[in-house]
């Protein structure tokens, strides 16, 4: 049995949970994240083995450009990973979906966390579901739809307006009956942001909403990383940067971090909660 601790419990010692990304599609923007049928389920399972906290598997893309696919074809490609997974660990699973439909049969599989790019936006049946069940709900912000969300991106108002849209996603989400220690937050780095944009909410992210829910970080090998970089890179270059990034989102205040490179982060997270723990308040 190849086993992981439930929510809160992380084996890295940090505070901070890491979800590692199992990308169940064809199109996913980085290749060696894709992962269909038991080719899926070995890439979890690998994910489990390096300390991964929480599992997120998704069956659509939402990469820039990307077209949404049918909730049918989501589940074809998503429910015979999950079986594998649950044969062999217990992983609490995080689902990337926008449809009841597709969160519904996968939770009937164990799934206990949805992962909605749309905050609850595009199919209202799923938020009602995730209430009635008790599922823990990660509202994400993301400007228009993926195919055109960079035709005009968010710039430096970005903080301003993605707060004020997750205020307003929390307030629904509340309003449907889902409890206030079952949402978390991801500002949607990349989804309709341009540079400078997705740099102040990677700095600023613990002040959303006011700091009360948990905030989800994934930037984990995107584009954004290769800008700050400053040199065209492609996404297996961007490993260091993602680091790099992630370790300022935590100190930021983010508690989750989604990411491909599990046992990276462990090593990154565990370095950071030792250096921090010897702070001693300098010389006076």
């Given at each position: 049995?190849?086993?992981?601790?439930?929510?809160?419990?992380?084996?890295?010692?940090?505070?901070v949970r890491?979800?590692?990304i199992?990308?169940v599609?064809?199109?996913?923007?980085?290749?060696?994240?894709?992962?269909?049928?038991?080719?899926?389920?070995?890439?979890?399972l690998?994910?489990?083995?390096?300390?991964?906290?929480?599992?997120?598997?998704?069956?659509?893309?939402?990469?820039?450009?990307?077209?949404?696919?049918?909730?049918?074809e989501?589940?074809?490609?998503?429910l015979?990973?999950?079986?594998?997974?649950?044969?062999?660990?217990?992983?609490?699973?995080?689902?990337?979906?926008r449809?009841?439909v597709?969160?519904?049969?996968?939770?009937?599989q164990?799934?206990?966390?949805?992962?909605?790019?749309?905050?609850?936006?595009?199919?209202?049946?799923?938020?009602?579901?995730a209430?009635?069940?008790?599922?823990?709900?990660?509202?994400?912000?993301?400007?228009?739809?993926?195919?055109?969300?960079?035709?005009?991106?968010?710039?430096?108002?970005?903080?301003?307006?993605?707060?004020?849209?997750?205020?307003?996603?929390?307030?629904?989400?509340l309003?449907?009956g889902?409890?206030?220690?079952?949402?978390?937050?991801?500002?949607?780095?990349?989804f309709g942001k341009?540079?400078?944009a997705?740099?102040?909410?990677?700095?600023?992210?613990?002040?959303?909403?006011?700091?009360?829910?948990?905030?989800?970080?994934?930037?984990?090998?995107?584009?954004?990383?290769?800008?700050?970089?400053?040199?065209?890179?492609?996404?297996?270059?961007?490993?260091?940067?993602t680091?790099a990034?992630?370790?300022?989102?935590v100190?930021?205040?983010?508690?989750?971090?989604?990411?491909?490179?599990v046992?990276?982060t462990?090593?990154?997270?565990?370095?950071?909660?030792?250096?921090?723990?010897e702070?001693?308040?300098?010389?006076?």
């Amino acid at each position: 049995m190849v086993d992981g601790g439930g929510p809160g419990a992380v084996r890295s010692t940090s505070k901070v949970r890491i979800m590692g990304i199992v990308n169940v599609t064809p199109d996913s923007f980085w290749q060696e994240s894709r992962a269909l049928g038991h080719q899926g389920a070995e890439l979890a399972l690998k994910l489990v083995e390096e300390g991964a906290d929480i599992l997120d598997l998704g069956a659509e893309s939402s990469r820039p450009g990307s077209q949404y696919v049918a909730a049918e074809e989501e589940i074809r490609r998503l429910l015979p990973v999950i079986e594998e997974i649950r044969r062999h660990s217990s992983i609490p699973l995080s689902i990337d979906t926008r449809k009841k439909v597709v969160m519904e049969a996968a939770w009937q599989q164990g799934a206990s966390i949805i992962n909605d790019i749309s905050a609850l936006e595009d199919d209202p049946e799923l938020g009602i579901f995730a209430a009635q069940k008790g599922l823990s709900v990660i509202l994400m912000h993301k400007q228009g739809i993926p195919s055109t969300m960079q035709d005009n991106p968010l710039g430096d108002t970005a903080l301003y307006q993605v707060n004020e849209y997750l205020q307003q996603r929390v307030q629904v989400a509340l309003s449907l009956g889902i409890e206030s220690d079952k949402i978390w937050l991801d500002p949607g780095i990349g989804f309709g942001k341009n540079f400078q944009a997705n740099k102040i909410l990677v700095t600023e992210c613990g002040t959303l909403c006011g700091g009360r829910y948990p905030v989800v970080m994934g930037v984990s090998r995107k584009s954004f990383v290769a800008q700050m970089i400053g040199r065209d890179s492609s996404p297996e270059d961007r490993l260091a940067g993602t680091l790099a990034t992630n370790m300022m989102a935590v100190m930021a205040g983010a508690s989750i971090l989604r990411v491909h490179d599990v046992a990276a982060t462990r090593d990154m997270l565990l370095v950071l909660e030792n250096l921090k723990s010897e702070r001693i308040g300098g010389i006076s």
